[in-house]
Nanobody, 115 residues
Framework: QVHLVESGGGTAQPGGSLRLSCAAS????????MAWYRQTPGKQRELVAS???????NYADSVKGRFTISRDNARKTVYLQMNSLKPEDTAVYYC?????????WGQGTQVTVSS
């Protein structure tokens, strides 16, 4: 059974920073493309940032230049560094493979950006 455990969320002021982590109990982690997703009430979950097994990254236009995704294959962990946060970044953030697998979704971590 695969577990993806997100952490690092919290409350930040506009312009602030947070760093999210996702620990994966996933065999052959280094072989998979991974991604961060986010969801707000009443909206579909959206892909925020992705990273291939080779470290190639891609970002949603809304976060480009502000967020950075990275991975540590030895620790089976994916990170999301979020800078210059905006109120519209408020959401529950999840990690998963890319493309996502329904049976891999974890609890997510809440990020709230508010003054």
């Amino acid at each position: 059974q695969v577990h993806l455990v997100e952490s690092g969320g919290g409350t930040a002021q506009p312009g602030g920073s947070l760093r999210l982590s996702c620990a994966a109990s996933l065999n052959f982690f280094s072989r998979y493309d991974m991604a961060w997703y986010r969801q707000t009430p009443g909206k579909q979950r959206e892909l925020v940032a992705s990273i291939t097994l080779n470290g190639v990254t891609n970002y949603a236009d809304s976060v480009k230049g502000r967020f950075t995704i990275s991975r540590d294959n030895a620790r089976k962990t994916v990170y999301l560094q979020m800078n210059s946060l905006k109120p519209e970044d408020t959401a529950v953030y999840y990690c998963n493979r890319n493309p996502s697998r329904n049976d891999y979704w974890g609890q997510g971590t809440q990020v709230t950006v508010s003054s």
